[in-house]
């Protein structure tokens, strides 16, 4: 360390002067600069136009693609973009370098954002246009231009044949869309842009609405009509005006929500009441400078819920309840902000209210939105499996979880290695669970692998890895062995009996208490006939085959209890035939795969 702040006192400090650029280039205001000074300063404007357009724009593309978070959201891309000097006019050539990359989730996005933001500039036209008292009707006709099916009638043409050959509304709105889009996002938006670039009628109008300030009812629109309007006057609830900047001070607003946020990252040095009280005044504070379906409203919700859950669980899931259907009125139930609180509520009804399968649904839906906002094995979405398989296991949904596990292994990397061995430490231990040794035996050898890279094989987590791998590889070895012996003496059923008697034998020792197994052996007794006095040659088989159902039943293997009762049963008192023998052989198979996983 002394060497490397050696070195770094060493070294001259260099300071960069800024780059000015002159505003007034490529305008008439020369300011009487000379030619050369011109040409000079244009040229360093073009050198930076190229820089943006052929450095930043692709890098920008990669990014989206490949490294960071996506989202379903027109805000989080327009902060993405000003985040790194980027123009919101750039959006078309951003959207060429994304369908080269073959992303059609950001694709549709970017695209859908250029068509609002043309749409916008049209409905403002149309509005400015018309009295205050045909507003309403003038949003009806916009919206059904822009998304509808249905075609107005014209007025004043009578022949239907001369009344198909003209543009419809829609047409003309659309061509107006498409030449704006070019002028102002230099792009060319191809023929039927909506099933083109993959746009959601549903995430369009959302789109338009939150720039327009149209509020709409709720309800299940038709898009696909042509025998009537999607859009009719009841369906507007409201237009409201947009205000970028409020004038109301809200400093104060701000200092306590920021006060709130900070007491809540040390919130586990402070005294609960404390952390309590700030995140309640912090929520009133958003709630009074935005209002109550404010998406800051919901991170603030968010917040105190995660204190609540110490003291009152209850109001803690419905303030995470309250922040899911603010995220959804504001952003969509398809935005990546509901997939956050998604999460969130998982966890909670998982870990605090022990509901997995309120919590499986709730992740089945943020595993869709996980799909639609990444590939298909996106580094996100092996979050969401483990999840889901946390809840199948809880769920004693043992070989849907595996392959949950196995859907998570697809999505991390090789040199991940933290992260792959404990997963498939989990997804050996339920390979023993299911009986499947060999499987078992695999996965753990690959824990024990990576466990000794990371810390060495003499550490203790690496002993305790290289046990379970000898343990799991022992009981397959056993079973196979087992198996084997079965095929062999499959002629003869004396054999078979011997066999299973001993096996049983040793399995019983290892199942139960001395204790239970008198008490449910006497059970066993009193409920299973005597087999004695069964003459004929399989006199003594049977006597071993009772005593076979005698000890599986007390092994309190509750599943198989009563078809193997009912075999032995069956077989009473007559001579025992390869039937007989293939099905104890079954259940005993049965019997051994339940005795394992409890094991």
Known sequence: QQQQQQEESAQPEVALAPTLFNPDVFTPCTLGDTPEEIAADEAQVRKLADFLTQELVPRLSHQLTEELAASNSADWLRATMHQRGINMRYLGLLLEHVMKDGT????????????????????????????????????????????????????????????????????????????????????????????????????????????TGMVLVAKDYDFLSQVHPTFVPDDIADLVPLVKDCQEDLGVAYRIMDAAIDIYSRAQTLDHSVVLAAQEEGLEACMRAYGPLHTNCAQAMRHLAMVRMQDDRDAALDLLWRALIVVERNTGPDSAEALDTLCVLSDVLTNHHQNPAGAFLLLIRAEQLTRLFYNESHFELSGIYQR????????????????????????????????????????????????????????????????????????????????????????????????????????????????????????????????????ISAAAAAAVPAASGSGGAAGGGMGDLQACARR????????????????????SGKEMTMDTVHRLCTLYWEFRKCHLQSF
């Open 552 to 571: 599986v039943y007390s092994a309190a293997v509750r599943e198989h209890e009563d078809q193997l009762l009912d075999a032995w049963a069956g077989s």
């Open 388 to 519: 889901m398989a946390g809840q199948l296991e809880k769920l004693n949904c043992l070989k849907e979880a595996l392959v949950m596990f196995e859907r998570t292994l697809q999505c991390l990397r090789p040199e991940w290695g933290t992260a792959m061995f404990s997963i498939h430490s989990r997804m050996a231990d339920l390979h023993a669970r299911l009986g499947q040794f060999k499987q078992a035996a695999e996965a753990e050898r690959r824990v024990f692998h990576v466990l000794a890279k990371l810390f060495g094989e003499n550490d203790a987590r690496t002993a305790s890895s290289r046990r379970r791998c000898k343990l799991y590889t022992a009981n397959s070895v056993q079973m196979h062995l087992l198996s084997e012996s079965l095929k062999s003496k499959a002629g003869g059923p004396a054999a078979i009996v011997g066999d299973l008697t001993v096996h049983f034998s040793n399995s019983t020792a290892t199942a139960a208490t001395t204790a239970a197994n008198k008490a």
């Open 104 to 211: 059609s989730h950001l694709m549709s996005l970017i695209a859908c954002e250029i068509i609002a933001r043309c749409a916008k500039v049209l409905w403002r036209r149309a509005m400015a246009e018309l009295d205050v008292s045909q507003w309403l009707n003038g949003c009806v006709k916009f919206l059904n231009a822009l998304l509808s099916a249905w075609r107005e009638e014209p007025v004043g043409k009578k022949s239907k044949r001369q009344e198909a050959s003209g543009p419809s509304e829609g047409e003309k709105l659309w061509a107006e869309i498409a030449a704006l889009a070019q002028k102002k996002f230099h792009i060319s938006l191809k023929s039927d842009p909506l099933s083109a670039y993959k746009i959601n009628k549903y995430a369009l109008l959302r789109s338009v609405c939150l720039k």
